[in-house]
């Protein structure tokens, strides 16, 4: 087992973990954040996209133990107060859910892309979105979603 | 009965979803996010042979390994099983129906058949300890092509049934031979639509409890908890009424969650035996092993016609794969198309023709569309292919031939309540521009091009609503299509509505409240809709088939008429007036001629639950079920085309535009049916551009993750163009359904569209998924 | 989903590093962990030991080496993308890290780990290896420079020891009058390349005098296509160049696509690729 400091949310951590838990099933079992979802095995999904020191990246190609004194922010982590994230307001605003399962991961995947500067048109968004897969919503309305977050159209 | 007069305030509007709130802030019930005390995590070890003898099962090991509570082989549980896992649909007398059990004891069939369990403390020990059993095989011959399985001396699945062919299932009618043989035109092609993976983005998971008294509650990532009830008391010998089956929220289905499964009664039967309850959750590749997969199925299809494009005569023959085992609808699948082979046309000779195919792969059972997206596709590249031999445009050869009237009594039997094929071919034509298209395509051919345009088209109806109970006994489903719902007015006002139907996506809570609260005049906040507990809501047959709306949807419909009436009773009774003398409009009661003399219905279901003051004999309270049987399936249909650009040096083919027209019948909530549009066309498109479930020629499967079963992302797709028109069905709701419009639609749309970029230059043809080599080769081909 | 157990160590510098791998049999390095994660969790891959090098601040720099860039091994990708130098001096590196799997990945994952892992099917190394680059090497014995020709072996080969860390890597500042394209094609835009060339010409007279091309996934390395080179070095056309672009290359057959067809797509990717460069 191996001491790991880490801040999920803005709580910080300490925890005891053996090195090969990676990071997604460190959330989810040790600190109870199971917004975060498994989708796949060969980090195909994004399902379980969150952030890491601010960008975004998939918890389930990380290792717990690499996370040690990182900032991690999940999907529990987005809305304050009560108030949904903007990204979180647009999803709900242009129906961009439907079963729910991928949207923590694309909702952290879309505000790590708005957040770089890089959403500047649908092009770049469908691109910025290329590690993350949805099986319900054929992608139209989580990038108007996006657009509608970022201000371009 | 008095009908009801309400403005309709929600229905037709587009309501924001009622899901979304706990879905957007990671709040979500899936099972893999459940916990209870105690619960231990159970590994399945899988037959990595297509075939084999199991010889042995050595367990020693394993049962030592570090927190493990359990290990079992097949052979150690065989008591625990009062039923073969069950299949609802023995289409035919002589189907061949082998058992098929939780886990194979002499016998693995199929690359990811399960032999043997280990339950530990925790996944990883689990899976560590999973490595330690060994296994004994000793490999058999093996087959995975539909068709080479039929041929002599092929590998058997089943020995004892002496053959691969499961079943044959007709439908003839009128004289399609004669018809072929006075035609002036006859067309025949084949057609092979590759397995699919449905690849739902939660994989399957479970959590059984059982209790001392054997009282069972299984939460399961389902589609069918109701189903799934019932089957498990076949399968475990326990009563229904001491199993709970709950759906949490359910990330996707697709049909792949529309099944009994293997892992559903071994977690049971081993919290059972345990008395702790047991945890499962598939990895993804083994999702893509032991969770059903669509389609696989060779198709021979045939039209005769004149030589002015009227078809006279389409038959079909088709070999479909069933798999290793009949799962619960496996062998029905292609049946459930077997009605629409004449599509959206008027066709009068007809002949469909089934035979089920046993191979040593994943059964296959319901995949979005389940046997209609199959139809589809044969019947819209056969009539692109007719229009090339009878020199017509695709376009008019289609509208030709549309059913013009309704309703329309097809060949095969059943009648098309509404629609209007016509006017979504001229809307879609409106939003196509195909005059541009084919300018820009003149161009670029003019030019030589190395990227040339094509546009496809598929017009389509598809029957679902699935569906009238008396229907499904005839073609010997084992059970109804009926779907039921309780309204439960609470004394202060809100409401509570049970539904049978189990959404996993599909917005109910949100389109049920508006439709329940139209017809009873309250707001669409005031109602909340419970759904997936069996416990809660005890009648149903749950989500799949695009059945809800019209089906349980209806239900409601009913439902609320009762609440309705029953509330116009006591509010009659309580003014002294006659029930007739009474208007209901806006949630409200108030006497013809006197608006001022009304009441509430809310205040009504609180006069109901005082009962101070209630008609005599009158029950108190204010909640009434109803249980819907539908008369008719449900036929949506419509128009839809794609713009396909064709890198010819490299066979890179990419969609450009998609745009689809739909009647769906009456819109409940027009941006959740563009949602259903949008995610059902998707997965058409994948079939038809990445997916392809692929096995070598003994059953082992190649594309074994998401690496190489190419669902595609955002980067891949454009923007879509939705648009409807509108017949209503008839039902009181007018509604039809949508949830799988798109994928029946889209595939040959896509694939028409690429034959039509390269018929310049003589290609006819492009197998399905379109990969680039395909494209590539097939421009090679004809280059030769 | 799950890999089997491993002991794992903490790097505090590249020395350490060094040390860790000398003192454990069987023991792989990780930074990003998108190359070996993969493979661990579905337990293709089962290192008794795992190095942690991603805390090794020291290797993590983009920066001017006389006429080359050199480049910290544990350089994420996302880095590479957006160093300014790279931008400016050799933007085929910068361009190309910007296209590797995804932008999760590109957050974590290094071009030392890229470099290191030796796929045949990955962009980096193509890149590398066409620009004739640099792999600094150290290891037990001291460091070493391998030219990129000789660095990768075979597939997940490559010439490092089983002690050994690359640390930095070296490639050539492009002048005014070069030209480079890195022309990709892949089923999805996640997916690694069918097939990728990376170009890298010399523009002169309207047209190219020399070219550097490597192929992405067409055998069992990185490859450099030798025989389109000659035929540019002797005054051939881009087309009757790019027709020979596969000569020698044993690409080898997947779900992507056959090794023919790969043939095919890297003559036609030439061609492409040395048109784009010529008109860069």
Known sequence: MRHVTLSANGVRHELEVEPRELLVYVLRDRLELTGTNVGCDTSSCGSCTVLVNGEAVKSCTMLGVQADGMEITTIEGLATNGHLHPVQQAFHDHHALQCGYCTPGMVLAAVSLIDSGEAVDEAAIREGLEGNLCRCTGYHNIVKAVAAAAGVS | ?784 | MIPAAFEYEVAESADHAVALLGEHEDAKLLAGGHSLLPAMKLRLARPATLVDVGRVAELSYVREDGDRIAIGALTRHKDVASAALLREHCPIVSYTAGQVGDPQVRHRGTIGGSLAHGDPASDLPTVVLALDGELVVRGSAGERTIPAAAFFAGVFQTAMGSDEMLVEIRVPKLGSGTGWSYTKMSRRAQDWATVAVAAVVERSNGSIGKASIGLTNMGATPLRASAAEEAIADGGSIEDAAALAANGAEPSSDHAATADFRRHLARVLTRRALQEAAAR
């Open chain 2, 1 to 784: 009965m008095t009908t009801t007069e309400t403005a309709g305030n929600f229905v037709g509007t587009s309501v924001k979803r009622k899901e979304d709130a706990s879905l957007l802030r990671g709040s979500g019930t899936f099972v893999e996010n459940l916990n209870l005390p105690g619960t231990v995590f159970m590994a399945l070890v899988r037959s990595p042979y297509p075939h084999a003898r199991i010889k042995s099962v050595n367990l020693d090991a394993a049962k030592a390994a570090e927190g493990v509570v359990a290990a079992f082989s097949g052979a150690d549980l065989t008591e625990d099983w009062k039923g073969s896992l069950p299949c609802a649909w023995p289409v035919t007398e002589d189907i061949k129906m082998p058992p098929h059990y939780p886990l194979a004891v002499d016998e693995a069939r199929y690359q990811g058949d399960g032999v043997a369990v280990v339950i530990a403390g925790s996944r990883a020990a689990a899976k560590d300890a999973a490595e330690l059993i060994e296994v004994e095989y000793e490999q058999l011959g093996s087959i995975a092509d539909v068709e080479k399985a039929l041929a002599d001396g092929a590998p058997l699945v089943h020995d004892d049934l002496g053959t691969n062919e499961c079943y044959v299932w007709k439908l003839d009618s009128g004289d399609v031979q004669a018809a072929i043989d006075a035609a002036d035109v006859v067309v025949t092609r084949r057609y092979f639509q590759p397995r699919l993976i449905p690849n739902a983005i939660e994989p399957r998971g479970v959590l059984a409890q059982v209790g001392p008294t054997d009282d069972v509650t299984l939460w399961s990532a389902t589609q069918v908890p109701h189903v799934l009830r019932f089957a498990l008391q076949l399968v475990l010998g326990i009563t229904e009424s001491k199993i709970r089956v709950i759906a949490p929220d359910v990330g996707g289905g697709f049909g792949s969650k529309l099944n009994v499964y293997a892992e559903e009664a071994l977690a049971v039967a081993l919290a059972r035996r345990l008395g702790r309850p047991v945890k499962w959750t598939e990895e993804r590749s083994e999702n893509y092993q032991a969770t059903i997969h669509g389609r696989d199925v060779v198709h021979e299809l045939t039209f005769a016609a004149t030589k002015d494009g009227a078809i006279t005569a389409v038959k079909s023959e088709a070999k479909c794969a069933m798999g290793a085992y009949l799962q619960l609808v496996t062998p029905g699948i292609p049946l459930l198309g077997a009605w629409i082979y004449s599509g959206p046309y008027e066709i009068p000779n007809y002949s469909v023709t089934f035979t089920g195919v046993f191979t040593h792969t994943t059964p296959t059972d319901a995949y979005r569309g389940a046997g209609r997206p199959e139809a589809t596709y044969v019947l819209e590249r056969t009539m692109d292919a007719l229009a090339r031999e009878l020199g017509m445009d695709p376009v008019e050869l289609r509208r030709k031939n549309f059913v013009k009237e309704f309703p329309h009594t097809m060949a095969s039997g059943l009648t098309i309540d509404s629609g209007d094929y016509e006017a979504s071919l001229d809307r879609l034509l409106e939003l196509l521009d195909l005059d541009g298209i084919r300018a820009d395509q003149a161009e670029r051919r003019a030019r030589g091009d190395a990227k040339q345009i094509g546009v496809g088209f598929s017009t389509y109806n598809e029957m679902c609503g699935l569906a009238p109970s008396r229907i499904l006994g005839a073609i010997r489903y084992a059970v109804g299509g009926w779907d039921s719902a309780t309204i439960r007015f609470q004394p202060l006002g809100s409401v509570q509505v049970v539904t049978g139907t189990s959404p996993h996506g599909q917005s109910h809570e949100t389109t049920w409240a508006q439709i329940v609260a139209d017809e009873l005049g309250v707001g669409v906040d005031d109602i909340e809709v419970l759904h997936g507990d069996t416990a809660v809501s005890q009648l149903g047959m749950d989500t799949y088939g695009s059945r809800s709306l019209a089906v349980g949807g209806m239900a409601l419909y009913h439902a609320s008429q009762k609440i309705v009436a029953k509330a116009r009773r006591i509010v009659a009774h309580q003014l002294e007036v006659a029930e007739d003398d009474l208007e209901f409009a806006d949630g409200s009661f108030s006497v013809k001629g006197s608006p001022d003399r009304s009441m509430g219905i809310a205040a009504a279901a609180f006069q109901a639950h005082a009962a101070h003051n209630l008609p005599d004999g009158m029950e108190p309270g204010l909640e009434e079920a109803a249980t819907y049987d539908p008369a008719n399936f449900s036929w949506p249909g419509g128009a839809h085309a794609a713009v396909v650009e064709v890198d010819t040096e490299t066979g890179d083919t990419r969609l450009v535009r998609y745009v689809a027209v739909d009647d769906v019948g009456n819109p409940v909530n027009p941006q959740i049916i563009d949602g259903q549009v949008h995610g059902g066309v998707t997965q058409g498109i994948a079939a038809a551009l990445y997916e392809e479930g692929t096995y070598d020629e003994e059953g082992n499967l190649l594309t074994t993750t998401m690496t190489t079963y190419l669902v595609p992302s955002a980067a891949e797709l454009p923007s879509y163009e939705t648009d409807r028109i509108e017949t209503r069905a008839d039902n009181p709701l007018g509604v039809k359904g949508v949830g799988e419009t798109g994928t029946i639609a889209a595939a040959p749309a896509v694939i028409n569209a690429i034959v039509d970029a390269l018929s310049h230059l003589g290609v006819t043809d492009i197998q399905m998924p379109a990969t680039p080599e395909r494209v590539w080769t097939a421009i090679e081909e004809v280059r030769t």
